[in-house]
């Protein structure tokens, strides 16, 4: 009996180990799925205020640029040497200088050939998650590898793709062309001796 015994114990304790070890690893795989979900929902919301403050930003340089040139004729765009110039009052463009949600840091800045500030990029290297449905102002973002391809700047392609080409018109006003010809007996003359037809031409 006592052997009996001992043996069903044995049996007992590796069952409740197996039982142990079962639910361990479970609660691993769910402890990991959690981690994933939790971290993919953080890069979503630093991904939506990365494009909220890389947008503002965009607008920032825009605005100051069409201020700068108000009432003066310059060539091409004007652009501050630092963001925090477009903080300053009177007439601030921007609320404050926002660092990189993504990279954690300062921003990258783009330079005009000028030395201006045109633009600006996160440094992250990371694959965004956001693929598409971007803001019309940001519409040329859809399928970029990385944030760092993410650029915000003045002027931007999605802005020139949305104003489009300027339409040439396919045909130019009709002209009037004078050409002579001889007149037939009994029909007026002009005072050369022949008689004028006015024609209609276009050119295609």
């Given at each position: 009996?006592?052997?009996?015994?001992?043996?069903?114990?044995?049996?007992?304790?590796?069952?409740?180990?197996?039982?142990?070890m079962i639910a361990i690893t479970l609660m691993g795989l769910a402890m990991t799925a959690a981690a994933r979900q939790w971290k993919t929902m953080v890069q979503r919301e630093l991904e939506t205020d990365l494009l909220a403050k890389g947008m503002e930003i965009q607008t920032a340089l825009a605005l100051y640029?069409?201020?700068t040139k108000a009432?003066?004729?310059?060539?091409?765009?004007?652009?501050?040497?630092t963001l925090a110039e477009l903080t300053r009052p009177p007439k601030p463009f921007l609320r404050k200088v926002y660092l990189d949600p993504v990279g954690r840091g300062e921003w990258e800045l783009l330079r005009s050939p000028m030395g201006g500030i045109m633009g600006v990029r996160s440094k992250s290297r990371?694959?965004?998650?956001?693929?598409?449905?971007?803001?019309?102002?940001?519409?040329?973002?859809?399928?970029?590898?990385?944030?760092?391809?993410?650029?915000?700047?003045?002027?931007?392609?999605?802005?020139?793709?949305?104003?489009?080409?300027?339409?040439?018109?396919?045909?130019?006003?009709?002209?009037?062309?004078?050409?002579?010809?001889?007149?037939?007996?009994?029909?007026?003359?002009?005072?050369n001796g022949r008689k004028r037809w006015?024609?209609?031409q276009r050119s295609e």
């Open positions: 009996m006592s052997g009996g015994l001992a043996s069903l114990r044995r049996r007992e304790t590796g069952f409740s180990y197996l039982m142990v640029s069409a201020s009432g003066r004729v310059l060539p091409g765009e004007v652009y501050p040497q990371q694959k965004p998650i956001k693929q598409g449905n971007f803001p019309v102002a940001v519409r040329h973002f859809e399928g970029k590898p990385t944030h760092y391809d993410w650029v915000f700047q003045y002027p931007n392609p999605s802005m020139v793709a949305v104003a489009g080409p300027v339409a040439r018109p396919s045909t130019v006003p009709a002209q009037p062309t004078i050409r002579d010809q001889p007149i037939a007996p009994g029909e007026p003359s002009s005072p006015i024609l209609l």
